[in-house]
């Protein structure tokens, strides 16, 4: 009887193990949901001399390396530019300067980007040490800001708490793994979101529709669900936590008699991005988390992709409107 017990309880002790890690596997899910989530994206401003600052958005991918769109870059750096990127969101703030020149590049696109075809290779690198570029402080204004010393900030920091976590973690993040897909067309498993910042202001924006990756275009595709202009180069990110894209273009595509469509586009890490980022950050880029999208972040679908391929080769002889 004893020995039967002993057999029992043993045959228990499995049941219970399964049970705690089909737990933990979903511990993930919905991890980016929150601002706080977004803390590796920011927005930042390209300066040149006798013309206005363009504003874009970046993810941070590796601890000196930060994704954005070609698109905002590519013109405006050719011959040299200032990118400030805004770090926190709280009434006083930092921003972080890097000098780009053709001489001492800081900023890197995608060789093969084409400001005539939209979406496709719309994708740049820039580096940047938060910790050891020079900054400006600032407390923010209704109608302008007003520069305030280190000394002034810190003693910010140390009335705010909250302040201060934050600024620990911009400098420290948790880095998104990347989300790698191969060549073929999928609808991406997930539920996509992405984080709109302007003057320090954060919102989240989710995604209700399928999001389809197409082989033909080379990137992805879903109805718009408000991303506009300034949030280019932003990241899209799943809600298990993966980077899977960066913000590129919406279309617009009106028919007479017909219902207008509004797609919004981004590229996603395809063998083609990721080479061009091995190309560019060396070793660093051995560093970055990536994870394949087969099988586990997508499904194969039989969606019509005839119409967003019509209207973006359309676009590619008429031009892009890029968020």
Same mark, same amino acid.
């Given at each position: *009887?004893?020995?039967?017990?002993?057999?029992?309880? $043993?045959?228990?002790?499995? $049941?219970?193990?399964?049970? %705690?890690?089909?737990?933990?596997?979903?511990?993930?899910?919905?991890? &980016?949901? %929150?601002?706080?989530?977004?803390?590796?994206?920011?927005?930042?401003?390209? =300066?040149?001399?006798?013309?206005?600052?363009?504003?874009?958005?970046?993810?941070?991918?590796?601890?000196?390396?930060?994704?954005?769109?070609?698109? $905002?870059?590519?013109?405006?750096?050719?011959?040299?530019?200032?990118?400030?990127?805004?770090?926190?969101?709280?009434?006083?703030?930092?921003?972080?300067?890097?000098?780009?020149?053709?001489?001492?590049?800081?900023?890197?696109?995608?060789?093969?980007?084409?400001? !005539?075809?939209?979406?496709? &290779?719309?994708?740049?690198?820039?580096?940047?040490?938060?910790?050891?570029?020079?900054?400006?402080?600032?407390? @923010?204004?209704?109608? !302008?800001?007003?520069?305030?010393?280190?000394?002034?900030?810190?003693?910010?920091?140390?009335?705010?708490? !909250?302040?201060?976590?934050?600024?620990?973690?911009?400098? @420290?993040?948790?880095?998104?793994?990347? =989300?790698?897909?191969?060549?073929?067309?999928?609808?991406?498993?997930?539920?996509?979101?992405?984080?709109?910042?302007?003057?320090?202001?954060?919102?989240?924006?989710?995604?209700?529709?399928?999001?389809?990756?197409?082989?033909?275009?080379?990137?992805?595709?879903?109805?718009?669900?408000?991303?506009?202009?300034?949030?280019?180069?932003?990241?899209?990110?799943?809600?298990?936590?993966?980077?899977?894209?960066?913000?590129?273009? &919406?279309?617009?595509?009106?028919?007479?008699?017909?219902?207008? %469509?509004?797609?919004? *586009?981004?590229?996603?890490?395809?063998?083609?991005?990721?080479?061009?980022?091995?190309?560019?950050?060396?070793?660093?880029?051995?560093?970055?988390?990536?994870?394949?999208?087969?099988?586990?972040?997508?499904?194969?679908? @039989?969606?019509? &992709?005839?119409?967003?391929?019509?209207?973006?080769?359309?676009?590619?002889?008429?031009?892009?409107?890029?968020?």
């Amino acid at each position: *009887m004893k020995r039967l017990l002993w057999i029992f309880l $043993c045959l228990l002790v499995p $049941c219970a193990l399964t049970a %705690q890690v089909s737990v933990l596997s979903v511990v993930n899910e919905d991890s &980016h949901t %929150q601002k706080e989530d977004f803390w590796h994206t920011f927005e930042y401003y390209i =300066l040149q001399p006798g013309r206005n600052a363009k504003k874009c958005q970046a993810t941070r991918v590796g601890k000196k390396w930060f994704a954005t769109a070609a698109h $905002c870059v590519a013109d405006a750096c050719a011959r040299g530019c200032s990118l400030r990127i805004d770090l926190l969101d709280q009434p006083v703030s930092v921003l972080s300067q890097v000098r780009h020149t053709p001489k001492n590049p800081q900023v890197f696109v995608h060789p093969r980007y084409d400001p !005539q075809k939209p979406v496709v &290779h719309d994708f740049a690198l820039f580096k940047a040490d938060l910790e050891r570029v020079p900054s400006t402080y600032y407390r @923010r204004g209704k109608e !302008q800001n007003i520069a305030i010393s280190r000394t002034a900030f810190n003693a910010y920091l140390k009335q705010h708490p !909250q302040a201060r976590r934050e600024f620990n973690r911009v400098l @420290r993040p948790s880095l998104p793994p990347l =989300l790698v897909f191969d060549g073929e067309t999928y609808r991406i498993d997930r539920t996509l979101s992405v984080i709109s910042i302007f003057d320090g202001e954060r919102t989240i924006l989710h995604n209700p529709n399928q999001t389809d990756y197409v082989k033909e275009l080379g990137f992805a595709y879903t109805q718009n669900f408000g991303v506009r202009q300034g949030m280019s180069g932003s990241g899209v990110m799943t809600n298990t936590g993966e980077l899977a894209g960066i913000i590129s273009a &919406h279309l617009g595509i009106h028919a007479p008699g017909q219902a207008d %469509q509004n797609y919004f *586009m981004f590229a996603v890490f395809n063998p083609d991005l990721t080479s061009f980022m091995e190309s560019v950050m060396g070793s660093d880029y051995y560093k970055l988390e990536r994870r394949d999208a087969y099988p586990h972040y997508i499904a194969k679908t @039989r969606r019509d &992709h005839r119409a967003i391929i019509r209207a973006v080769r359309a676009a590619g002889l008429s031009g892009k409107k890029s968020p």
